[in-house]
Nanobody, 116 residues
Framework: QVHLVESGGGLVQPGGSLRLSCAASGSMPSIDVMGWYRQAPGKQRELVASITSGGFPNYADSVKGRFAISRSNANNTVYLQMNSLKPDDTAVYYC??????????WGKGILVTVSS
C-alpha cells in the first residue's frame, strides 16, 4: 500500500508564498510521475503541476512562472513552491503519484487559502 501525506498548506495573503510537501511511504515499486492537483469549491479537480522521475516538469498555464515543482526520488517526496499567490489559487491541493505497475495514488488533500 502507498500512503501520500501532504503538508505546508494554510492561509496566506495575496502575493505571498507557500511551499507544499508530499511524502510517499510504503514498500512500492518506483514512482514514475508525481504531481499536484487542486479543487476549488464548485469546480472540477485540475492539474497544477507534475514532474517525472527524470525531473521533467509540466505546469498548468495558470501557474506558469509562479509555481515550481521539484522532487526527491531518494525520499519519494514532491514539493510545490507557490509564489505570487492569488485568491484564485484558493483550493484543496492533492498530491498524486503514479507508481509503476501498481497505478495511481492520491493524498487526502490540504487546504490553501489566499485571502487578505
Amino acid at each position: 500500500q502507498v500512503h501520500l501525506v501532504e503538508s505546508g498548506g494554510g492561509l496566506v495573503q495575496p502575493g505571498g508564498s507557500l511551499r507544499l510537501s508530499c511524502a510517499a511511504s510504503g514498500s512500492m515499486p518506483s514512482i514514475d510521475v508525481m504531481g499536484w492537483y487542486r479543487q476549488a469549491p464548485g469546480k472540477q479537480r485540475e492539474l497544477v503541476a507534475s514532474i517525472t522521475s527524470g525531473g521533467f516538469p509540466n505546469y498548468a498555464d495558470s501557474v506558469k512562472g509562479r509555481f515550481a515543482i521539484s522532487r526527491s526520488n531518494a525520499n519519494n517526496t514532491v514539493y510545490l513552491q507557490m509564489n505570487s499567490l492569488k485568491p484564485d489559487d484558493t483550493a484543496v491541493y492533492y498530491c498524486n503519484a503514479v507508481v509503476l505497475i501498481w497505478g495511481t495514488y492520491w493524498g487526502k488533500g490540504i487546504l490553501v487559502t489566499v485571502s487578505s
